[in-house]
């Protein structure tokens, strides 16, 4: 397992973009399957997106698709999330996930697929 550190969460208006973070401690993201999950109170935590450390594959949810773009930072061994057009209906907890035995990012990833998480971050869209 590796330890993530998520940042970049907040309070932001509708029609507005954050970027979220995270970084691996003690360990790089090589060979690792990355992913972006979000849990709103009284939901389940949901696939939002991922991406292969090798090749750089990735996918999205149709719900956040053309909006949020998922991507890596080899020299800092970061994996980032660009929120553009943010709606109030993405207000969530923001988690990262990372797990080696994945080979195939997909949008059919579930949290039990992931054996590290990161604590979360808040993302708060207001109307």
């Known amino acids: 397992q590796v330890q993530l550190v998520e940042s970049g969460g907040g309070l932001v208006q509708a029609g507005g973009s954050l970027r979220l973070s995270c970084a691996a401690r003690g360990r790089t993201f090589r060979n690792y399957a990355m992913a972006w999950f979000r849990q709103a109170p009284g939901k389940e935590r949901e696939f939002v997106a991922a991406?292969?450390?090798?090749?750089?594959?990735?996918n999205v949810a149709d719900s956040v698709k053309g909006r949020f773009t998922i991507s890596t930072d080899n020299a800092k061994n970061m994996v980032h999330l660009q929120m553009n057009s943010l709606k109030p209906e993405d207000t969530a907890v923001y988690y990262c996930a990372a797990d080696r035995t994945i080979m195939t990012v997909a949008t059919t990833l579930r949290p039990h697929d992931f054996g590290s998480w990161g604590q979360g971050t808040q993302v708060t869209v207001s109307s």
């Open positions: 991406i292969h450390w090798n090749g750089g594959t990735t």
